[in-house]
C-alpha cells in the first residue's frame, strides 16, 4: 500500500508541475511542486498575485488533487517603483470603478506592498470584485480582504429548500452527494464532489441564497 501511494504522489507532482508548465500566464521557473497523500504544496516565488492564484488553480484542476497548500511569495516589487501611497491611491480608484463593488463601500489601505481592504457590503460577490480589482496593480504582493457581510433582509425560513433546489438545478453539481445545513445565516456544506471545481461551484451556489452571510465548506474531493 505504502508503495502504491508513493508512486500515486510521483504521478500527481509530475502532473501538476506538467499543467503548470503548460500554462502561458504562469512563469514555473521558481516553482517547487511536492504531492503527499493527494495534498499538493507549491512553493516557491512569482512575480504577481495573480500569477499565485493561476498557479493555485492550475493545480486544483489536476484529477487526483484532493487539497492544494499555497506557500508561494511574490517577488519584491521594489523594481517597479511602486510605493504604497501610489497603490493605495490607485486602489481606492479601482473600487471606486468597479460596477460590482458598492459605491463609498469599501476603502483600501497599504503597507508593505499589502492592499488591505476594509468596510461592509451586502453579498459574497461584492466582497470577492473588490478583492479582484485591486489584485491586479503593479506592486501588489497580497490582498487582505476583510471586508464585513451585512445582509440586507434576514435568511428566509426556507433558505435550505432554496439552496436544495439551486444545486439540483446546477449541471455541474452531483446533489446525491451534497448536503447543505442552516442555520440562521450560515450555510454548512458536507459531502464529498469530484473535482475542486465542483467543489468551488457549491460553495458559490450557497453564496447566492439570500440573506447567507456565511458559507462554511466541508466537501471533500474524492476523485
Known sequence: MTQTIRRSDKDLQTNVTDELLFDSSIDATHLVVLANGGVVTLSGDVGSLPERHTAKRAA?????VQAVTVDIVVRDPGASGAKDGD???????????AVDVPSDTVKAGVRDHVVTLSGTVNWQYQR??????????????????????????????????????????NAQLDSHQIKADVNGAEVTLRGSVRSWAERRQAEKVSWSGSGVTSVKNHLTVTA
Open 128 to 169: 470577492e470584485a473588490a478583492a479582484r480589482a485591486v489584485m491586479y496593480l503593479k506592486g501588489v504582493t497580497a490582498v487582505a480582504n476583510t471586508i464585513r457581510l451585512i445582509a440586507t433582509t434576514p435568511a428566509s425560513d426556507d433558505l435550505k429548500a432554496a439552496i436544495d433546489g439551486a444545486i439540483l438545478r
Open 60 to 64: 486544483m484542476r489536476v484529477a487526483g
Open 87 to 97: 497603490i493605495a491611491e490607485a486602489a481606492n480608484q479601482m473600487l471606486s470603478w
